[in-house]
C-alpha cells in the first residue's frame, strides 16, 4: 500500500524510455561503397577512440582494390587478426589453382566470396551489408572487412581478449561434484551448460537488451520438457524490457520478476553450470546474461534456495538430514532473535527455573533492555558482516579479530550485554550461512528486525501475528504464475519426493508438477543404468580377470 | 479492492487489544521469589506472607559471589494479596511468584485452616498449581524459608528435591501439588494429605551462611511424614508404616523397602518394590459401604542377612506371602488412623460415589461418621521378580 507512489513512478518511466536518444537506430542503412567514405564515418561514429584499429592494404590478386580491416583493440584475439590477414588477404597470385577464381575476380563483388572461401582461420565468417549490425559486430569484438568499391563486409568472428578462467565457485562451494563455475562470457557459460546436456532439444534464443549496453541475453531451455507457455511468458518479459543499461542479471531479475516489493527473492540465482542443467532437466528455463557468471533459473520456489547442488551427489540420507538443518536455520535466523526477546520480556514462565535464575544473573547490571540489547548486537553483527564482504582482502584479519574480542568477549565483560545475548546472535550469524541460495538468508535477515520489534512489544502474540502476515504473503507469491510454496501450499504428494526430503533415485521421479510439461523421469530406463546392469558388468569384469 | 484490504488492516488493527494481559517486563526488574510461605499473625485475624527470593547474581554465572544465596521477605494482610503488597516496602523490585517451586504452610495455619490460602493461588494468573506444597512441621512457613542448606544453595530447590527423592525411594511422603490440595480440600468428609518439611536444629543459626560451612549443617529441613486434613483443618500426622500405607492406598506407591523376617532373625530381609498398583472397589450392602483394596506390587529382593534359598521357588512364594502380611498391615494402620480422625483422606467416598451413586447421594452428608466404621478388605498380590546379582550368597553358603 505504502510503494503505490513508487510504483506508479516506475510505470510512467517505463513508457518514456522508450524511444531513447543515445541508443542505436533501428532503420536498416546499407553500408558505403567508397573505402574512405566508411572508414571516416566508422572513425566518427566512435568518436576517434584510439582502441579502433583500422589496416588498410592491398591484395595481392587486386593490386588496385585497398582493402581495410577494422577491429577494437582488446575485444579481439590480436594473434588470429594476423593469422587471418596473411593467409586470407595476403594469398599470392601465384597461389590460385583454379582458373575460375581469376574470372571471378574480375567481378568486384566476387571479391567477397573469395576471400570467405579462403577465410580457413575464421570459425565463423559471414557477408552482410547492414550499417548497425556491421557495427554492433565491431563492437562486440568481431573484425570487419571492407573492400574498397565493393557493398557489403565481411564479418568475422575473431573475439577473444582478456577474460577470466573457469573457476571454481566462489559462492556455492561444494564437497562433491564438479568444480567447475560460469565466468563472465555468455559464450563460455553457455558451452558449460552444453557440455552436461548433450540433447538435441536443448533449444536457445538470443535477444540484446539494454539500449546502450546491447547486452546479450539467452534464455535456455530443454524442448518438450520446459512448458511452451513459461517459455513465451519469459521470451515476452524478456522483449518488454526498456532499459538503458544490462550491466548484470540483476537488472534483469528486477524487471522479469512478478512483484517487485516482497522480501523473499522470486528469481534464484546460481553460478554453478551443474545447477542449472538440474533445473533445466526439471523443466525450468534458464536466463544468461553477458557479462555476469550469475545465471537466473525461473520460475522459482521457496523450497529451491534450501537445496544445494550437493544435495543430488551425496547420500539421500545425509541430504534430507542437511535439509531440515537448513530449514531449521532459517526459522533460527528470522525467530531466534525475536523469540529470545519474547521469553526474556513476557514470558518468563516458560524459561526453565534454573536457566531463569542463569538469565536472571546475566541480566544483573545490563544497562539497556533486552530488546535494545539484541538490537545492538544484530545490528553489529550486521556491520561485521558487511564489513568482511566489502573490505580489501588484506585488511580481512583485523576486521574478523576486531569484531570477535569486541563483540564478543569485551561487550560481555564490560557488562553492556549478556553472554546469552552473543550466543543468540552468533548462533543466528551462523545459522544464516546454512543456505545454498543466499539471496533467501537476506530475506530472513531482514524479516528478524520487525519480528523483533513484535516481539518486544506483543510477546510471542507479536511473533505469531507477524508469522501469519509473512505466510499469508509468501502463499500470495508468485514466480511466473507458480505459487512460490509449491509443492507445501498447494501441497503435492508427489513432488515431496525433492523438496524437504530428497527420493532416492531408484523411486520413479517426478518433475516438479507446476513447471514441467511431462511429469514423468525415465530414470530407470534409459537414464541412469539400473543396479542390474551395473551387477552384470562388474562380474563381466571379474570373468576377465 | 481497497475496501477490502482496508477490512483486512481493521481485523489486523482488531487483533492488537485482543493480547490479554500486557505485560512487559525486563528480567532484572523481577525479583523471582522461588517459594513462598504463609503463616498465621498470632493473635491477629492476619496472614504472614513470606517470599524466597533469589539472588541470582551471587548463585550464577561467573560473576557468582557466593554470598547468600536468597533472602526472606514477609508482608502482613488481612488478605494474602495485601499481604504480599505490603512486601512491595521492602523488595526493590516486583516480586514474580511464576517459577515458584515451593509453598510452605506454617502448623499454626493449618491447624486453624488452609481453605483461604488457596484461593489467590488458583486466581492469580501467576503461581503455578503446580507447586508443591509442604506443611511446617512444629514451625513457621517463615522460619522454613530462611533455611540455608547445603548441596542445593536454593533452599527451596533443597526441600522439593528431599521430597522428590523421598516420594520417590522411600515413599513416607509424597509430592502433592497446589492443584490437588484444591481438590482435595473438595473431598467431602475428608482432605488433602500434604507433606511435612520439619526443621531440625537452632532455628536462628540456620539464617547465617555459616551453616553450610560446615560438613554437618546444625541446622537442616528435613521430610517429615504426611499431615492429614479434614475439612481444611490439619487433624493429624502419619509417619513411618501408616505414612506408607496412606501412599499405597492413593497409589502413590512407587517404591519402598519393606522388612520381612525369617526364621532366624526378625527384619532380615529387604524387599524394595519396583512397581505397585492399587485401586479401590467398594460395594455398598444397605447403610454399610464395604471397600475393597486390591494391590498388585512387584519387587526384588534388596538384601537378606539371613540364609535365603532363592533357587527354591517355595522360599520365594514364602517371602512373597510374607511381603503381602506386611503391606496389608501397614495399609490397614493406615486406615485406622484415618477412621480414627474421622476424615477420608484415602478417597474411599469416591470409590463409593463410583459404585453406587445413589447410596453415595444419602451418604455423603454423614460419610465422615459411616466412613469411620466402614469394613475395609485389602488385597495384595505381590510377585519377587529378581534376587539381585548372586545366586548364592556367601552367608548362606557360609551357614551351610
Excluded at chain 1, 520446459?226 to 537488472?251: H, M, P, T
Excluded at chain 1, 530475506?443 to 506483543?458: E, G, K, N, Q
Excluded at chain 2, 485475624?45 to 517470599?51: A, K, L, M, R
Excluded at chain 2, 490439619?234 to 523376617?261: E, P
Aim: proline share 4%; charged share 25%; hydrophobic share 40%.
Amino acid at each position: 500500500m505504502f510503494f503505490k507512489p513508487f510504483v506508479r513512478a516506475i510505470k510512467k518511466r517505463k513508457k518514456k524510455e522508450i524511444v531513447h536518444e543515445l541508443g542505436f537506430h533501428e532503420d536498416d542503412q546499407p553500408l558505403e561503397q567508397d573505402l574512405n567514405r566508411t572508414v571516416e564515418r566508422i572513425k566518427q561514429e566512435l568518436g576517434n577512440s584510439p582502441d579502433v584499429i583500422i589496416r588498410t592494404f592491398r591484395m595481392d590478386i587486386r593490386p588496385h582494390q585497398r582493402v581495410a580491416v577494422i577491429y577494437m583493440e582488446g575485444l579481439t584475439d590480436i594473434e588470429k587478426v594476423n593469422d587471418f590477414v596473411a593467409h586470407s588477404l595476403l594469398f599470392k597470385q601465384n597461389e590460385k589453382e583454379n582458373e575460375n577464381e581469376s574470372s571471378m575476380s574480375s567481378d568486384p563483388q566476387r571479391i567477397f566470396d573469395v576471400i570467405l572461401n579462403r577465410a580457413l582461420t575464421v570459425g565463423d565468417a559471414k557477408y552482410l551489408n547492414n550499417w548497425n549490425v556491421m557495427m554492433h559486430a565491431l563492437l562486440s569484438g568481431d573484425i570487419a572487412v571492407f573492400v574498397d568499391n565493393c557493398e557489403g563486409c565481411i564479418i568475422g568472428n575473431l573475439r577473444g581478449g582478456e577474460r577470466r578462467p573457469v573457476t571454481e565457485p566462489e559462492t556455492e562451494v561444494n564437497i562433491r561434484g564438479p568444480k567447475d563455475s560460469f565466468n563472465e562470457t555468455i559464450g563460455t557459460n553457455i558451452s558449460l551448460i552444453r557440455r552436461r546436456l548433450k540433447s538435441p532439444n536443448l533449444w536457445m534464443e538470443s535477444m540484446r537488451i539494454g539500449d546502450i549496453t546491447q547486452t546479450d541475453v539467452s534464455i535456455m531451455y530443454l524442448k518438450g520438457i520446459a512448458e511452451d507457455r513459461l517459455v513465451e511468458e519469459v521470451r515476452r518479459r524478456l522483449k518488454d524490457i526498456r532499459i538503458d543499461a544490462i550491466l548484470e542479471s540483476g537488472y534483469v531479475e528486477d524487471l522479469i520478476q512478478d512483484q517487485t516489493f516482497t522480501p523473499f527473492p522470486l528469481v534464484y540465482n546460481t553460478e554453478r553450470p551443474d545447477v542449472v542443467a538440474g533445473n533445466l532437466l526439471e523443466g525450468r528455463i534458464a536466463v544468461l546474461v553477458d557479462g555476469t557468471p550469475n545465471t537466473l533459473i525461473l520460475p522459482t520456489t521457496f523450497s529451491q534456495f534450501f537445496k544445494a547442488a550437493e544435495d543430488y551427489y551425496q547420500r539421500v540420507e545425509f541430504t534430507v538430514f542437511m535439509r531440515l538443518i537448513r530449514y531449521f536455520g532459517f526459522f533460527v535466523v528470522m525467530l531466534l532473535p525475536s523469540m529470545y526477546i519474547a521469553v526474556t520480556t513476557h514470558h518468563h514462565e516458560m524459561i526453565p527455573t534454573p536457566l531463569a535464575i542463569n538469565l536472571l544473573a546475566q541480566r544483573e547490571g545490563v544497562p539497556f533492555p533486552v530488546f535494545f540489547e539484541a538490537f545492538l548486537m544484530e545490528a553489529a553483527f550486521e556491520l561485521m558482516r558487511e564489513a568482511g564482504t566489502r573490505m580489501p582482502r588484506a585488511v580481512g584479519q583485523a576486521v574478523s579479530t576486531v569484531g570477535a574480542i569486541v563483540l564478543g568477549q569485551a561487550a560481555v565483560e564490560a557488562g553492556i550485554v549478556t553472554a546469552m545475548m552473543v550466543i543468540v546472535v552468533s548462533f543466528t550469524g551462523i545459522a544464516s550461512f546454512t543456505m545454498p541460495g543466499f539471496t533467501l538468508t537476506t530475506s530472513a535477515r531482514l524479516i528478524r528486525f520487525p519480528m523483533m520489534i513484535a516481539a518486544s512489544t506483543f510477546g510471542f502474540y507479536g511473533i505469531f501475528m507477524c508469522t501469519i502476515l509473512l505466510v499469508a504473503h509468501l502463499t500470495s507469491l508468485r514466480s511466473f504464475g507458480i505459487p512460490y510454496l509449491s509443492p507445501f501450499a498447494p501441497f503435492g504428494f508427489k513432488h515431496q519426493k525433492d523438496a524437504v526430503l530428497r527420493a532416492p533415485y531408484k523411486t520413479p521421479a517426478t518433475r516438479p508438477g507446476l513447471t514441467g510439461g511431462r511429469q514423468e523421469i525415465s530414470n530407470q530406463k534409459d537414464g541412469v543404468p539400473s543396479s542390474d546392469q551395473n551387477d552384470q558388468t562388474s562380474e563381466g569384469v571379474k570373468h576377465d580377470t | 479492492m481497497t475496501l477490502k484490504k482496508g477490512f483486512l488492516a481493521l481485523m489486523m488493527v482488531c487483533l492488537l487489544p485482543l493480547t490479554g494481559c500486557w505485560n512487559y517486563r525486563e528480567m532484572n526488574e523481577l525479583a523471582i521469589a522461588i517459594a513462598m510461605g504463609v503463616d498465621k499473625v498470632q493473635g491477629r485475624d492476619e496472614y504472614n506472607i513470606s517470599f524466597q527470593v533469589v539472588n541470582a547474581r551471587d548463585i550464577a554465572g561467573i560473576k557468582a559471589t557466593g554470598r547468600i544465596p536468597v533472602n526472606v521477605y514477609s508482608g502482613k494482610g488481612k488478605t494474602l494479596l495485601e499481604a504480599v503488597r505490603k512486601t512491595s516496602q521492602k523488595v526493590p523490585r516486583r516480586i514474580n511468584t511464576q517459577h515458584m517451586r515451593v509453598f510452605v504452610i506454617g502448623e499454626a495455619l493449618a491447624r486453624k485452616g488452609i481453605e483461604e490460602v488457596f484461593e489467590l493461588m488458583e486466581r492469580d494468573p501467576e503461581p503455578r498449581l503446580t507447586t508443591r506444597v509442604f506443611i511446617a512441621r512444629n514451625s513457621d512457613a517463615a522460619t522454613i524459608l530462611k533455611t540455608v542448606t547445603a548441596v542445593e544453595a536454593i533452599p527451596a530447590n533443597a526441600i522439593l528435591g528431599k521430597l522428590k527423592i523421598t516420594g520417590r525411594v522411600l515413599a513416607e511422603s509424597y509430592e502433592t501439588e497446589m492443584d490437588d490440595v484444591i481438590r482435595g480440600l473438595m473431598i467431602k468428609g475428608g482432605g488433602p494429605v500434604i507433606s511435612g518439611i520439619k526443621l531440625v536444629g537452632k532455628g536462628e543459626a540456620g539464617e547465617k551462611i555459616s551453616n553450610v560451612e560446615q560438613t554437618e549443617p546444625p541446622t537442616d529441613l528435613y521430610t517429615s511424614g504426611m499431615a492429614l486434613f479434614k475439612k481444611g483443618k490439619l487433624v493429624g500426622w502419619v509417619k513411618g508404616d501408616k505414612a506408607r500405607g496412606v501412599s499405597w492406598i492413593n497409589n502413590k506407591m512407587k517404591s519402598t523397602i519393606v522388612n520381612l523376617d525369617c526364621e532366624t532373625k526378625k527384619d532380615a530381609i529387604s524387599i524394595d518394590i519396583i512397581r505397585s498398583n492399587s485401586k479401590i472397589k467398594s460395594e455398598v450392602k444397605g447403610e454399610q459401604p464395604l471397600i475393597r483394596i486390591h494391590i498388585k506390587e512387584i519387587g526384588i529382593l534388596g538384601e537378606a542377612l539371613c540364609p535365603v534359598d532363592v533357587g527354591k521357588s517355595a522360599e520365594i512364594r514364602k517371602l512373597e506371602q510374607q511381603w503381602n502380611e506386611e503391606t496389608e498391615r501397614n495399609v490397614m494402620a493406615a486406615v485406622q488412623t484415618a477412621q480414627k480422625l474421622k476424615t477420608d483422606v484415602l478417597g474411599f467416598g469416591a470409590a463409593v460415589e463410583r459404585a453406587n451413586p445413589k447410596a453415595w447421594k444419602k451418604m455423603e452428608k454423614e460419610w465422615d461418621r459411616i466412613f469411620a466404621t466402614c469394613r475395609v478388605e485389602v488385597k495384595v498380590e505381590s510377585t519377587i521378580r529378581r534376587t539381585g546379582m548372586v545366586s548364592k550368597p556367601y552367608l548362606y553358603e557360609e551357614k551351610k
